[in-house]
T-cell receptor, first 116, second 114 residues
Framework: DAMVIQNPRYQVTQFGKPVTLSCSQTLNHNVMYWYQQKSSQAPKLLFHYYDKDFNNEADTPDNFQSRRPNTSFCFLDIRSPGLGDAAMYLC???????????????FGPGTRLTVT | QKEVEQDPGPLSVPEGAIVSLNCTYSNSAFQYFMWYRQYSRKGPELLMYTYSSGNKEDGRFTAQVDKSSKYISLFIRDSQPSDSATYLCAMSAYVNTGFQKLVFGTGTRLLVSP
């Protein structure tokens, strides 16, 4: 089945130790997104790619970086994780147009990051 | 004030009940309205989508949008234990080529007991 895959599903890192989360997709969608979802909070968009064009949300901390080496893969790098960065990180893609012009977003299962 | 408000629940109902889930929003520019369902340890999946105002029905699910009140609802008829999940509303004001910024609610956790 075509899908969005995230690895690892669970990641534990130490305070200040860089960590990389990965996302891959078999849907061949142009757009990939990274969201941060803290406990009992709404998913918050960090950034997105349209092909190789990177778009950062204005309030995304500089600590968060991303790479998209090809259509299928996208990485989220957290350079110096703090305790406040503990969250579920969701990767999504979009490409199928719905009626009225919207796009359906397809989400991966998420990576739960713990910072010790 | 958050752009999108949603009661986190949990909402507990017996099997067969009619469930009503709601969101309010403050941005009058929103015109794309979605409901995502998220099972435990899974990513959200699109359940219902409505463009602008009105109702949309799909099986046991009905989505309603009232733009004049800035209020959207999801109704689930004949609820089943398999409907137990977190339901997130999401909305958007615009669409660029391939990209759409969604603003999510916090999600309402629904528990349907047999």
């Amino acid at each position: 089945d075509a899908m969005v895959i995230q690895n690892p599903r669970y990641q534990v890192t130490q305070f200040g130790k860089p960590v990389t989360l990965s996302c891959s997709q078999t849907l061949n969608h142009n757009v990939m997104y990274w969201y941060q979802q803290k406990s009992s909070q709404a998913p918050k968009l960090l950034f997105h790619y349209y092909d190789k064009d990177f778009n950062n949300e204005a309030d995304t901390p500089d600590n968060f970086q991303s790479r998209r080496p090809n259509t299928s893969f996208c990485f989220l790098d957290i350079r110096s994780p703090g305790l406040g960065d503990a969250a579920m990180y969701l990767c999504a893609t979009s490409g199928l147009r719905l009626g009225g012009g919207a796009y359906e977003q397809y989400f991966g299962p998420g990576t739960r990051l713990t910072v010790t | 004030q958050k752009e999108v408000e949603q009661d986190p629940g949990p909402l507990s109902v017996p099997e067969g009940a009619i469930v009503s889930l709601n969101c309010t929003y403050s941005n009058s520019a929103f015109q794309y309205f979605m409901w995502y369902r998220q099972y435990s340890r899974k990513g959200p999946e699109l359940l219902m989508y409505t463009y602008s105002s009105g109702n949309k029905e799909d099986g046991r699910f009905t989505a309603q949008v009232d733009k004049s009140s800035k209020y959207i609802s999801l109704f689930i008829r004949d609820s089943q234990p398999s409907d137990s999940a977190t339901y997130l509303c999401a909305m958007s004001a615009y669409v660029n080529t391939g990209f759409q910024k969604l603003v999510f609610g916090t999600g309402t956790r629904l528990l349907v007991s047999p």
